[in-house]
C-alpha cells in the first residue's frame, strides 16, 4: 500500500491564484518530499522537508509538515500555466530510512 | 554535468521477452534506485543499490533484477515479461538517503 496519499487528486485553477494540494501518509517519517511530473515524464525534485521541520519556503513554493497530524501541504503562490503538472509527495520513513514511498499525485492543471 | 541519463527513451518488447533497462547517476552520486510508474499512479520503488550491492527492495518478483558497476551506473533486467510490465520505469540516483535526482525514464511496452 502507499504510504503518501495527496488531496485532492486533480485541480484546476486560474492563472495568478495560489494552489494548496495536501498530503497524509501513515508511519513515522525522516523527511518528506515534493516532486512535480509534467507528462508522464522524469519527476523534478521541489522541495524536501525533515521531520524536526514545520515549514519551508522555495520561490512561489511553500511547504508545512505536521507530524503529529501525519501531514503536509504544497502551496503555490501566484500559479502559471507552466505550473501545470503533477505533484508527488514522498515520504522516507524513520524506522530502516527505507527509500521514497510515493502517493497517486495531485493532477495541477492551471489555466491561462 | 550531465544529470541522470537512462536508456532507452521508448521500448516495446513482446510477452515473454526480457528486457534490460540502463541508468547512469548523476556525477558524485553513489546510490541508484529503481520505481515502476503505472499509469496514473505514482512510482513505485523496484530496488536500491549502493555499492554494487542490492540494498533494498520492494515488493517485486524476482523477475526483476539488477546489477550496479563499478562506474556506479546500473541496470535493470526484467525477464518473462507480462503484459502489466508495461509502464515508466524510473531511476533515481542520490548520495544514500540523500535527495532524490530522477531521469527522463524507459517507457515499457508489452505487447
Known amino acids: 500500500s502507499q504510504q503518501g496519499e495527496e488531496d485532492p487528486q486533480a485541480l484546476s485553477i486560474q492563472e495568478g491564484e495560489n494552489a494548496t494540494m495536501n498530503c497524509s501518509y501513515k508511519?513515522?517519517?525522516?523527511?518528506l518530499q515534493w516532486y512535480r511530473q509534467n507528462s508522464g515524464r522524469g519527476l523534478v525534485h521541489l522541495i524536501l522537508?525533515?521531520?524536526?521541520?514545520r515549514e519551508k519556503h522555495s520561490g512561489r513554493l511553500r511547504v508545512t509538515l505536521d507530524t503529529s497530524k501525519k501531514s503536509s501541504s504544497l502551496l503555490i503562490t501566484a500559479s502559471r500555466a507552466a505550473d501545470t503538472a503533477s505533484y508527488f509527495c514522498a515520504t522516507v520513513t524513520a524506522i530502516g530510512n527505507t527509500p521514497l514511498v510515493f502517493g497517486k499525485g495531485t493532477r495541477l492543471s492551471v489555466i491561462a | 554535468d550531465a544529470g541522470v541519463t537512462q536508456s532507452p527513451t521508448h521500448l516495446i518488447k513482446t510477452r515473454g521477452q526480457q528486457v534490460t533497462l540502463r541508468c547512469s547517476p548523476k556525477s558524485g552520486h553513489d546510490t541508484v534506485s529503481w520505481y515502476q510508474q503505472a499509469l496514473g499512479q505514482g512510482p513505485q520503488f523496484i530496488f536500491q543499490?549502493?555499492?554494487?550491492?542490492?540494498?533494498q527492495r520492494g515488493n517485486f518478483p524476482d523477475r526483476f533484477s539488477g546489477h550496479q558497476f563499478p562506474n556506479y551506473s546500473s541496470e535493470l533486467n526484467v525477464n518473462a515479461l507480462l503484459l502489466g510490465d508495461s509502464a515508466l520505469y524510473l531511476c533515481?540516483?542520490?548520495?544514500?538517503?540523500?535527495?532524490?535526482?530522477f531521469g527522463p525514464g524507459t517507457r515499457l511496452t508489452v505487447l
Open positions: 522537508i525533515r521531520s524536526n521541520e
Open positions: 508511519t513515522s517519517i525522516n523527511n
Open positions: 533515481a540516483s542520490s548520495l544514500w538517503l540523500d535527495e532524490q535526482f
Open positions: 543499490y549502493y555499492e554494487e550491492e542490492e540494498r
